[in-house]
């Protein structure tokens, strides 16, 4: 059974340039977490999807950062315009049900310069 | 709110020493307790889990116990192989509201052969 998978791994974009991010959960995980580590610091918390709904984005930090999930399968993160606070790892996460563990990607790093 | 402390790194043992990893707590309710692992390189794998009190998640040599008394969930190994060498992040997972995890800082663990 495949993981979970993030594209890119790595992207270095300039300051106001767009990215987006890709998660592909576990197939059949309805829960999908995005989580960011920022300077060697601790991992927080960025949004909770269930299925397509965003059941929690109080951790988003600001209206540059969009999240999706059409139809409940894979995710996107976009944030646009980047600037260089932004820059850190972003790591994906899904779950099943009310299972307690969640299992994370490899995450995209991402450099703004 | 809900938050996880662990201990701060980076910590330097020499192969087959005796390895903890501090880590506390605080949270309403009684949540699930999780240690994940990040290799170099790679992305984050759970190493153990624990969900109710006095339950000891195991994995790979590695030991932790939900204390309750305490708050801790302090994670332990007998005896370090160089391979151990990562960054180990205490984590819980919250049992109301949106489910989500919340990290501690993580710490460093190099193990010298």
């Known amino acids: 059974e495949a993981g979970v998978t993030q594209f890119p791994s790595h992207s270095v974009i300039e300051k106001g340039q767009t990215v987006t991010l890709r998660c592909d959960p576990i197939?059949?995980?309805?829960?999908l977490y995005w989580y960011r580590r920022v300077m060697g610091k601790e991992i927080k918390f960025l949004l909770h999807?269930?299925?397509?709904?965003?059941?929690?984005e109080s951790g988003m930090p600001n209206n540059r950062f969009l999240a999706e999930r059409t139809g409940g399968t894979y995710s996107t993160l976009k944030v646009q315009p980047a600037e260089l606070e932004d820059s850190g790892v972003y790591f994906c996460?899904?779950?099943?049900?009310?299972?307690?563990?969640?299992?994370f990607g490899q995450g995209t790093r991402l450099t703004v310069v | 709110g809900d938050s996880v402390t662990q201990m701060e790194g980076p910590v330097t043992l020499s192969e087959e020493a005796f390895l903890t990893i501090n880590c506390t707590y605080t949270?309403?309710?009684?949540?699930?307790l999780f240690w994940y692992v990040q290799y170099p390189g790679e992305g984050l794998q759970l190493l153990l889990k624990?969900?109710?009190?006095?339950d000891k998640g195991s994995n790979k040599g590695f030991e932790a116990t939900y204390r309750k008394e305490t708050t801790s969930f302090h994670l332990e190994k007998g005896s370090v192989q160089v391979s151990d060498s990562a960054v180990y992040f205490c984590?819980?997972?919250?049992?109301?509201?949106?489910?989500?995890?919340?990290f501690g800082t993580g710490t460093r663990l190099k193990v010298l052969a």
């Open positions: 999807f269930v299925k397509e709904s965003k059941q929690d």
């Open positions: 624990a969900t109710k009190a006095d």
């Open positions: 197939s059949g995980h309805d829960n």
């Open positions: 949270a309403t309710g009684y949540p699930s």
């Open positions: 984590a819980l997972r919250t049992r109301s509201g949106t489910y989500k995890y919340i």
């Open positions: 996460a899904s779950s099943k049900g009310q299972a307690p563990e969640a299992f």
